[in-house]
C-alpha cells in the first residue's frame, strides 16, 4: 500500500485566537460563545509582511483603553485624608459624642470613602465623597447601620468655606424587622479647614415642622 499524501492535500491544524474585544458585560455571552480560530498549514512558514502590511496592521490593531484620570477639582477633599478624631458638640439638651473616621482614595482617585463610627450608639457609616463633573459640583452619599440614608452636594469652595445641603432619612430607633420610624432631616454641613491636622464641621439640622439643631464637629488627626 502506497503511503504516498494525496496531492493538493496538507495536514491543517487549527490555532485558537485570543479574544481581544470588549469587556465581558459589554460583548456580552454570546460573543463568548464563537468559536474564533485561523487555519494554517502545518509547519508553513509565515508569508512575509510589506512594509504598507505592517503599518496597516499597526493602524488596525485594538488599542488597550486608557484609564481616565481623577479630576482635579477632587483634591479640594484631601484635608478629609487619614484617620481623625472628631468630638461632637451637640444642640443644648442633647449629649456629646466621639466620630473615629477614616477616609481613603478610591477608583482610582475619583472618589473617596470614609468609614466612621460613633459614639455612643454604635453607629457605624460610610461616606462616599466625589465629583459631579456635569453639575460641578462635590458630591456626598451617605449611608450606616442604622439604615439612615442621605445625599448632599456643595459649590466648589468659597472664602474657605465647602458647604454640603441635601437630605437625611434619619432613623430614630433601628429595628431587625427592617421597618421603623425615622424623621426626614435637611442638612448644612460647613467644612472648614484649621490646618492640615484639624478641621471643623459646623452642622445645621431642619425637620419638618421647621425645629433648627446646631452642633459641632471638632476633627484633629488621630
Not at 34 to 42: E, G, N, S
Not at 59 to 65: C, G, L, Y
Not at 102 to 129: E, I, S
Amino acid at each position: 500500500m502506497s503511503t504516498q499524501k494525496p496531492e493538493g492535500r496538507e495536514r491543517r491544524r487549527l490555532v485558537p485566537v485570543r479574544w481581544r474585544g470588549a469587556p465581558l458585560g459589554i460583548a456580552g455571552a454570546s460573543a463568548l460563545g464563537l468559536a474564533l480560530f485561523a487555519v494554517a498549514p502545518v509547519g508553513a512558514e509565515p508569508a512575509p509582511r510589506s512594509a504598507a502590511d505592517s503599518a496597516s496592521q499597526q493602524h488596525t490593531r485594538p488599542h488597550k483603553p486608557r484609564t481616565l484620570p481623577a479630576p482635579p477639582q477632587i483634591r479640594g477633599l484631601d484635608f478629609l485624608l487619614g484617620t481623625f478624631t472628631c468630638d461632637y458638640a451637640p444642640p443644648p439638651g442633647s449629649k456629646p459624642a466621639t466620630m473615629t473616621m477614616t477616609t481613603k482614595r478610591a477608583m482610582g482617585g475619583h472618589y473617596l470613602y470614609t468609614d466612621a463610627r460613633m459614639q455612643p450608639g454604635d453607629v457605624v457609616g460610610r461616606a462616599t465623597f466625589g465629583w459631579d463633573p456635569v453639575a460641578k459640583k462635590f458630591i456626598n452619599q451617605y449611608h450606616d447601620n442604622w439604615g439612615s440614608n442621605g445625599n448632599y452636594a456643595a459649590a466648589p469652595w468659597k472664602d474657605g468655606h465647602l458647604i454640603f445641603t441635601g437630605s437625611l432619612s434619619q432613623v430614630v430607633k433601628p429595628d431587625p424587622s427592617g421597618e421603623t420610624t425615622g424623621v426626614p432631616i435637611s442638612l448644612h454641613d460647613d467644612y472648614q479647614v484649621v490646618n492640615k491636622n484639624h478641621f471643623t464641621n459646623h452642622q445645621t439640622m431642619t425637620f419638618s415642622d421647621g425645629t433648627v439643631l446646631k452642633g459641632t464637629y471638632d476633627c484633629r488627626r488621630a
